[in-house]
């Protein structure tokens, strides 16, 4: 498998034009030539492994909402070469990337940080244009990119590390190349630029442009991390927000009457949101997590799940966990829905831990009456033997 990959690539460039001089799809002339070809056909090829991965978020009614989006984006020279369809993936981490055949990757990391349509249409446009305009065979015949190619092919052999191997593991050379390098500066500024003259033409406020790559840049340095992926790099968030800046500034000063659709998004978005904060907790990212929930609770504040939740924040945060807090969240939880298994649980351990042994009885029967087929029944009955 590696090893094709590498043989792959070198068949591109060895057989690749040496001008990067391409015309976008939108425009008379263009044509595909044999490598581009083949970069699609490896693209449909990755796709298939990674739509197969278990990483996909399954849910119809998003998908097909952040698909109405791209076609408010897309342009009908566009419709007639490039097949755009979003997808969205299971990752806390913020970032979004696109093959050169159209299919578009959506962190569930960056759509649960959004504010708005906007900000989304903007993301959108800004990898759509990535693919009208060819970016991926520029780069790689670029020989100036030689270098980026083969410190991905590294990274893609290697893996992602840091919570990431599963989808380092299903994540091919192109996906890799897109998702992790990003593309050159005057690439990456050609799909701001041209990116968000789609979204301005679709009727969008451009003033919301920078502002979703503004509120992550500041939860990065807050934390101090720094992720791997093209939109979690601080130079490059960086690099966004001042292009969209610039660009706002020169071109669309005087444009205030743009759209938003902030409460359509949010009723499409908001279980994301849910979603995404499990994810956080589970990588250890309890700051994340916990905005995730909290942001969540604002649009729905009854919901099981969301207390539970902030329970298991409170009491796996080793540095500034809070006991009498995470019971509190249990408990909260199990007053909404008492059917709902895992705060009995969590009660069940801290009350053993506790060596209050009368509730850590109580909490176990009631979590082992709730799930029966539970995989850890036999742990919880062998808590129950010891008390």
């Known amino acids: ?56 978020y399954q849910d119809q009614s998003v998908t097909e909402y952040l698909n109405t989006i791209v076609a408010k984006l897309c342009q009908e020279e566009m419709d007639e070469h490039i097949a755009f369809k979003i997808y969205v993936l299971k990752d806390p981490h913020f970032n979004a990337f696109a093959f050169p055949n159209g299919a578009i990757y959506v962190h569930t990391g960056i759509l649960a940080r959004a504010e708005n349509e906007a900000q989304i249409a903007t993301l959108l446009a800004h990898e759509m244009t990535h693919c009208t305009h060819r970016h991926a065979v520029k780069n790689i015949r670029s020989i100036k990119n030689t270098t980026a190619l083969l410190a991905t092919l590294q990274v893609t052999t ?110 499409y978005i908001q279980e994301i949101i849910l979603e995404n904060a499990e994810l956080d907790l589970r990588l250890g990212r309890y700051e994340f997590a916990e905005k995730g929930v909290e942001k969540y609770l604002q649009l729905n504040q009854n919901n099981h799940k969301a207390y539970y939740l902030l329970g298991e924040i409170y009491n796996r945060e080793l540095e500034n966990g809070d006991i009498d807090r995470s019971i509190s969240y249990y408990q909260k939880s199990i007053s909404i829905n008492s059917s709902y298994p895992d705060p009995y649980r969590e009660l069940g351990l801290i009350y ?27 742990y919880i009955k062998f808590y129950l033997q010891q008390i």
């Open 1 to 56: 498998m590696r090893g094709g990959v590498l043989i792959f690539f070198i068949l591109l460039f060895c057989s690749s034009c040496a001008t990067t001089n391409l015309k976008p799809v939108t425009e008379d002339g263009f044509s595909f030539k044999d490598d581009e070809k083949r970069l699609w056909v490896r693209s449909d090829e990755e796709q298939d492994v990674l739509n197969q991965s278990g990483l996909i």
């Open 158 to 267: 290697a893996g992602l590390g840091g919570g990431l191997d599963a989808l380092a593991n299903v994540l091919g050379t192109v996906g890799t190349m897109a998702a992790v390098s990003g593309y050159s500066k005057n690439l990456e500024s050609e799909a701001d630029k041209e990116g968000l003259g789609l979204m301005v033409k679709a009727g969008y406020d451009p003033n919301e442009a920078p502002k979703l790559f503004l509120h992550i840049k500041e939860e990065l340095e807050e934390e101090d991390i720094n992720e791997p992926f093209f939109f979690g790099s601080h130079p490059r968030l960086n690099e966004r927000i001042k292009n969209y800046e610039r660009l706002i500034n020169q071109e669309y000063q005087n444009n205030t009457k743009g759209t938003k659709n902030t409460e359509t998004f949010l009723k």
């Open 352 to 378: 053993y831990k506790q060596e209050k042994k009368t509730l850590a009885k109580q909490y176990f029967e009631e979590y082992l009456n709730l799930s029966t087929e539970a995989q850890d029944v036999e």
